[in-house]
């Protein structure tokens, strides 16, 4: 008869906790909650923009409660981690050869970055106008 | 020799003694070159016969003395005390494997997710004649798979994975970056049989790209890649699938 | 005892077994396979190759050229039926390994690429950068993938041949994760376990590199041939000795002692060639024997550095520039900066000669058979004679390519004719291997196996090195006696059944011993010096009239090995003046 047992570990809830790299990992993941939270807040807006500019109205104001603001601060700064994460990640997608070479990954990673700045400021612009 | 000494505590497990793993302390002279295979062969040699582990090559090419070190996945043979003296080592099997023994994990589900995604050319039509000479392919064709065709079986990377730690389903980093060194060789064309592989629920799209497991790898594979890849051809694939109903 | 039949049972499944294996599954279809490994396929040594295959590609070379080239490198003791055949087929059996999808180092055109190598007149060495067998090896692993007649026996040890009507009947191994015996019923048995390296204490094999096979033929009988030709190769890292690839000085890189002077041109291998600018057969690119002597006169003359890890001279690589070293030798820098802390680009890497390769082994004929019935044996643990007194740099990983086929098809063909034998008598020899492998596991004495290991490897390093005296081979023939008398006393403190890892290497050092024990009384028997077989007491010049002859050792239970003679097949290359460098330029006009 076998002698063997192999051991199985479990893997407790709270192995993300243990390793900073899947921390970060988890972080932004979870960011999604939040965009979604955010997502849902200006979907109110828009139906409340259909029940007439007093229902809008409501609705601006309630937003610079200080409890949005911070709200809506947060979502930023974690919205921003979930891009830069996915920035650096972006190489690993990308197969384009130059001259037999594979691209070089800061030429991807920076590409992203100059796109955002310019979508970002597009979008200002138009929001400026 | 010095007369320093370095403390290594190894997880220990003996499956005909020990219902589950326990942790043992050495006490093991301190040499800056040592690495961390060398110091289990002078425990093995002279402290604790019975300690286990898998070991050969000692030049980070034959793949066998995958462990955790301090936690993270690495080859014993490349890691060295000098990176973490004076503190203390802490030796564990390889995660997200069932511990055979001691430092010995159980290699079979990997071995068989290797063996499941054809990782052989699969030419043409016919075999190529030999008289025909070989195949031309040039330094560029070649270096479209190149990176991915270096692993060396390891299994560290499916000891980052956690998603493969959640579902022993999931096809995991090495193979699939096998799975994508063959694919992208010029020389094969079972691209098509290998893609049913890919586009399963347990192929790439397990993959939720933690990216761990190309961190870890000691020979720059980069399997997280060679997956996203994939995902990209899995869904060009399922695109044209929604336009060409057969 | 689990009994399993099969057809061709394969022991070790690095590159030479593997590829017998596909050879059988892809042409003898109705035969089944079973490929036995005490390690999983892609852990055999074969991996740790870098430099490359030989085998003939370029319009200005020619098969005669290989075959002088192996032949003189082999100091006139190789068979030279054999050696033809060898040229003839290495070429094949590389493009075969590269249809199988082997990722040969290439032209900017798309063909094959190929680089300087020690004592080449030609540029003939497929590589893959420089980890050409660890290419290989995965290619010859994946491909066997397909073929489901083979069936996998990974992590089971050998423990021995099963030979009945002297002829071999099968092999019994042991499950190193179940810790249970299995007898594998074969036709015939390929044995493909690797060298002996091990035997020494600086090598730069791999640890399951214990002359298992060697040692299990020479058991039964077999004779193992030619076993005092140790290969050091002359570019190891100092302490570890883990290998810089001869490629390095295949790309141009250059050895260097402590006064920065190139001294291989003071011993017969010059003149000077320029830095970049590599000449075949010059210099740098001289045979392995010869560049590990020329180490050891330097230490003699006080020419080498002293460090941390021992003596060592230097592997200059600078000159070749950060491109190329990364283009042709990545491994190299790869392991130069994690063992020894030097980034070749920028530093000269420190260097000795370390045992590399058994060029003995397993008598076979020119058709891979032995002497046992059905036995056939290939690669390293073999001596098919190709490699004669020294092999050259690049011959070993197109012999496994070209011997694997050979010894596939040879094997094939004789299970095809022959029965399976009946099973008691067969199950009743099994039986008392199991009690005599249960034996040791209980053997309970006061010896510490990692003494006789390590007093076995530095009494060979003593005795049996690049240099051999009388006095000093005497000395590591008293010593091996005496270890193997304390072997039968060791003490084994793992009982368990579960992957006992000790009892595997209790194993593997009665291998060792046996092995050993060979080497060291085919070098005394041997009064001349040829190749790396080098004596400087007064057999220090090579002698025709009484030993251009194999060494046959024939082991003695309990006693030294007899040691007999067997001539030495010529057909075309008369034994001449083995010369390198401007002299072998003279000789040629």
């Known amino acids: ?129 | 020799m010095t007369d320093k000494t370095i403390e290594i505590e190894i997880l220990r497990y003996r499956p005909e003694q020990d219902e589950k793993p326990f942790p043992q302390q050495f006490e093991v002279p301190y040499h800056p070159d040592m690495s961390i295979l060398e110091a289990l062969q002078y425990i093995k040699d002279h402290l604790d016969s019975t300690v286990s582990f898998r070991w050969s090559c000692r030049m980070a090419i034959c793949g066998s003395c995958g462990l955790m070190v301090n936690n993270i996945p690495k080859l014993g043979c490349k890691a060295f005390l000098r990176d973490y003296y004076p503190q203390k080592v802490k030796l564990e099997a390889l995660a997200n494997f069932p511990i055979e023994r001691d430092l010995i994990v159980v290699m079979d589900d990997f071995i068989k997710k290797l063996e499941e995604i054809k990782p052989y050319i699969i030419p043409e039509s016919d075999d190529k004649c030999l008289s025909e000479g070989t195949y031309k392919q040039t330094p560029e064709q070649m270096e479209k798979y190149a990176k991915f065709s270096m692993c060396i079986n390891c299994g560290l990377c499916y000891s980052a994975c956690p998603q493969y730690g959640l579902d022993k389903n999931f096809t995991g980093p090495a193979a699939l970056a096998l799975l994508a060194r063959y694919n992208r060789d010029s020389r094969d064309a079972g691209s098509a049989e290998r893609m049913k592989i890919v586009n399963q629920e347990q192929g790439v799209w397990s993959c939720t790209f933690v990216g761990y497991c190309s961190v870890v790898c000691p020979k720059g594979v980069d399997p997280a890649a060679a997956i996203q890849l994939l995902k990209v051809e899995s869904s060009k694939d399922y695109l044209i699938g929604m336009f060409k109903p057969d | 005892m689990q009994i399993i039949k099969t057809d061709v049972a394969i022991i070790g499944a690095g590159g030479s077994g593997l590829r017998a294996a596909i050879e059988i599954a892809e042409n003898y279809p109705q035969l089944d396979v079973a490929l036995i490994s005490k390690v999983y396929p892609m852990r055999s040594h074969t991996v740790a190759a870098e430099g490359g295959a030989a085998g003939v590609v370029q319009d200005s070379d020619s098969l005669d050229q290989h075959f002088d080239d192996t032949v003189s490198g082999g100091d006139w003791l190789c068979e030279q039926d054999v050696v033809q055949y060898f040229v003839e087929n290495a070429a094949k059996q590389l493009t075969q390994l590269e249809h199988w999808g082997c990722p040969w180092s290439r032209k900017a055109d798309g063909n094959i690429n190929v680089r300087a190598f020690g004592g080449m007149k030609k540029e003939r060495t497929w590589f893959a950068a420089d980890k050409s067998g660890f290419h290989i090896l995965h290619t010859l692993f994946q491909t066997s993938l397909k073929h489901p007649k083979i069936t996998r026996f990974d992590e089971h040890f050998c423990l021995d041949l099963v030979v009945e009507n002297n002829k071999i009947q099968g092999v019994v191994i042991l499950d190193i994760a179940e810790g249970e015996a299995k007898l594998i019923q074969a036709k015939s048995v390929i044995m493909a376990t690797g060298g002996a390296g091990r035997v020494y204490t600086y090598n730069t094999n791999g640890g399951i590199v214990t002359g298992d096979g060697m040692s299990l033929a020479y058991r039964h009988g077999v004779a193992l041939r030619d076993m005092e030709f140790i290969q050091y190769h002359p570019t190891g890292l100092p302490g570890s000795g883990i290998l810089m690839t001869e490629g390095c000085r295949g790309e141009g890189g250059v050895l260097i002692n402590k006064n920065g002077y190139r001294y291989l041109q003071d011993y017969g291998l010059g003149p000077e060639t320029p830095l970049g600018q590599p000449k075949n057969k010059h210099m740098e690119l001289g045979p392995r024997d010869k560049i590990s002597q020329c180490f050891w006169q330097e230490q003699q003359k006080g020419n080498v550095i002293t460090g941390d890890r021992g003596d060592v001279v230097y592997l200059d690589l600078r000159h070749l520039g950060e491109t190329k070293i990364n283009e042709r030798l990545p491994f190299i820098r790869e392991l130069a900066k994690a063992y020894v802390g030097v980034d070749p680009v920028h530093e000269p890497i420190p260097v000795r000669p370390t045992v590399h390769y058994t060029m003995g082994g397993i008598t076979t004929n020119a058709k891979t058979e032995t002497s046992l019935t059905g036995l056939y044996a290939i690669g390293e643990c073999a001596s098919v004679g190709l490699h004669g007194a020294n092999r050259l740099g690049s011959n070993s990983l197109s012999e496994l390519a070209v011997f694997g086929q050979l010894a596939g098809q040879q094997a094939a063909e004789y299970a095809q004719q022959a029965e399976h034998h009946t099973i008691k008598p067969l199950q009743e020899k099994a039986q008392k291997i199991i009690a005599r492998t249960e034996a040791l596991l209980h053997s309970n004495g006061n010896e510490k196996m990692a003494d006789i290991r390590q007093e076995m490897g530095d009494c060979m390093e003593e005795g049996v090195g690049i240099y051999r005296t009388q006095t000093s081979m005497q000395k590591t023939i008293d010593k091996l006696a005496e270890l193997k008398a304390r072997y039968k006393h060791i003490n084994i403190n793992d009982k368990s059944s579960v992957f006992n890892t000790e009892f595997l290497y209790a194993i593997e050092l009665g291998y060792l011993l046996d092995t050993a024990e060979a080497i060291a009384h085919s070098a005394i028997a041997r009064q001349e010096s040829r190749g790396s077989h080098q004596r400087i007491d007064e057999f220090n010049t090579r002698n025709d009239v009484h030993f251009l002859k194999h060494s046959l050792a024939y082991y003695q239970a309990d006693k030294a090995p007899i040691i007999k003679y067997s001539d030495v097949t010529i057909t075309k290359s008369q034994p001449a003046e083995r010369v390198y460098g401007a002299a072998s330029e003279t000789k040629e006009k």
């Open chain 1, 1 to 129: 008869m076998s002698k063997r047992k192999p051991y199985q570990r479990e893997m407790k809830n709270d192995w993300w906790l243990k390793n900073i790299f899947y921390s970060r990992y988890m972080i932004r993941e979870g960011s999604s909650i939040l965009i979604t939270l955010y997502s849902l807040i200006l979907a109110w807006g828009v139906f409340r923009l259909s029940q007439g500019a007093e229902a809008f109205n409501a609705w601006l104001s309630a937003l610079q409660h200080p409890v949005s603001i911070i709200f809506h601060l947060l979502v930023l700064l974690i919205a921003l981690y979930h891009t830069l994460t996915w920035f650096s990640l972006a190489p690993k997608a990308v197969d384009l050869y130059i001259k037999g070479k594979p691209l070089d990954g800061r030429l991807i990673v920076a590409g992203h970055y100059i796109t955002f700045v310019i979508a970002t400021v597009f979008c200002l612009v138009i929001i400026m106008l």
